[in-house]
């Protein structure tokens, strides 16, 4: 048995705008709901934001540099919509197209791919202000309009698209316990949210495949955990299933047959929305991948009245777990890639898959980060075997580049493989990065030459 992947596996790392760029103010950017949200005290773990974040709007170059010593060969980033429409909706931003211009041709003069995530949470904020964001029944032709812009602009040069990055996180960090901005806590509006947002990639991914560039692939990225049963009982194997068709099934199901799991239907009632027969036209067959951003995984066990699935997590408390406190399962995400490729029948790309650890930097910044290395290790296990089994894999990006704002839990939660020191922001490789850069050398020899920076999608 071959312990390599197949040849033709692409391997890069990905980051988000609001975690990365900082340059807040620069250049004409508006605000975003995280802005507002990090300027609300008590949001954000020691009131962090991301006004200066890692400072890539400036550094990008150094960043691009980076990405060379780590050898990726591909690179998900995504475009801040208020920093190219201010307001989210009219007025263009010229300055802020100009950067990812740069940050494009820098990434195709250095041979990696660029994948572009359309939204990466950071809403303008003037469209929660005035409309509800996506609450409003229009906000997916805002997104739409917008996603046409950046088409229109960047698809010359890419071909990796991803409309949405996880809408789940929308909607249970921003609408179910408000941890997230826009910090509302309101179920039904939660899933009307939720609902405006999977119109919202319809709409984008119809304009997509209009445009006259749309040679590439285009999907949202779905997140979710592998639910294990507690037992081989019949109760706990059918808790199990409800409660991962309620978590990727809720938006996966959508976007590929059109409307909710029906297991949703049953148990959400009217709390669920209805999609339109035309959202159910576009929304069928509008993923060209699964784009999977995976984690974590849990054991449920069935109990009566324990959420709408009746579905109680138990998972054992000595399992080991990253700093988020989410437990490590490769063979979850095993299972998983191989539920998904049962069920929805399309090429993966994992999009983003890595782990918080304890990182102490010596006195150079440098970090021996051996938990992190092995995470990474099982899970390309595992994602080795799944291709072994039928799956078939893409492109992996590794989360994340970089040291970053880890989102309302501030900067003390490191997923990088590379070291961001926040006061001096010098970027040091940690041993995960020159572990990996040695796994894409030495595991993918043949890939490299394969990649042209816009093609290479089979
Ligand atoms: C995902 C997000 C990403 C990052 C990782 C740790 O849910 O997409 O921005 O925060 O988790």
């Known amino acids: 048995m071959s312990d390599k992947f197949p040849t033709g596996v692409l391997w890069g790392a990905a980051t988000a705008a609001y975690q990365i760029e900082g340059a807040a103010r620069t250049d004409g950017r508006g605000p975003s709901i995280w802005d507002v949200f990090c300027d609300t005290p ?37 475009i801040s919509w208020p920093r190219v429409m201010p307001t989210g909706r009219g007025a263009i931003n010229q300055r802020g197209l100009d950067f990812y211009d740069r940050l494009v041709d820098g990434l195709c003069a250095a041979g990696i791919a660029p994948m572009i995530t359309l939204y990466h949470w950071d809403l303008p904020a003037a469209l929660q202000m005035e409309e509800g964001g996506w609450e409003h029944d229009d906000s997916p032709h805002w997104f739409a309009d917008y996603a046409e812009l950046i088409f229109n602009r960047y698809s010359d040069r890419v071909a990796r698209w991803i409309t949405l ?42 304009r997509y495949r209009a445009s006259k560039h749309s040679r590439g692939m285009i999907s949202f990225a779905l997140n979710t955990a592998w639910f294990f049963p507690e037992t081989n009982s019949p109760a706990d194997i059918a808790a199990a299933e409800r409660a991962l068709l309620n978590f990727g ?49 849990d054991v449920v066990r069935y109990k009566h009245g324990a959420g709408l699935m009746d579905a109680e997590i138990c998972t054992p408390p000595e399992v080991q ?75 992996y990006y590794v989360w994340t580049l970089m040291d970053n704002l880890e989102w309302s839990v501030g900067y003390e939660k490191r997923f990088g493989l590379v070291h961001c020191d926040r006061r001096t922001l010098k970027r040091t490789i940690k041993a995960s990065g020159h572990w990996y850069a040695d796994f894409i050398a030495g595991a993918c020899e043949k890939t490299r030459r394969l990649a042209s920076p816009a093609g290479a999608m089979r």
């Open 321 to 395: 777990r990253t700093e988020m406190g989410w437990p490590v399962y490769p063979d979850g995400y095993y299972n998983l890639m191989m539920w998904l490729h049962t069920r929805y029948g399309l090429p993966l790309m994992v999009t983003e898959n890595g782990a918080a650890m304890p990182d102490k930097p010596d006195r150079t910044g440098y970090v021996d980060d051996q938990d992190r290395i092995a995470y990474l290790q099982s899970h390309f296990d595992a994602a080795r075997r799944a291709t072994r089994d039928g799956v078939d894999l893409r492109e």
């Open 42 to 78: 008590g949001k954000t773990v020691g009131g962090e934001n991301g006004e200066v974040a890692c400072d890539h709007y400036h550094r990008w170059r150094e960043d691009i540099d980076l990405m060379r010593r780590l050898n990726l060969q591909c690179y998900r980033f995504s």
């Open 249 to 297: 099934g809720w938006f996966a199901d959508p976007a590929h047959f059109g409307d909710y799991p029906a297991v949703m239907r049953e148990r959400l009632g009217d709390m669920l929305p209805r999609f339109s027969d035309e959202d159910t036209r576009l929304l069928r067959r509008s993923m060209d991948y699964i784009s999977l951003n995976y984690y974590t995984s």
């Open 165 to 206: 990055n996880e809408p789940w996180c929308s909607v249970d960090g921003g609408y179910f316990h408000g941890a997230h901005a826009p910090g509302v806590r309101d179920r039904a509006l939660g899933y009307r949210v939720g609902h405006n947002l999977m119109r919202a990639h319809a709409q984008a991914v119809s």
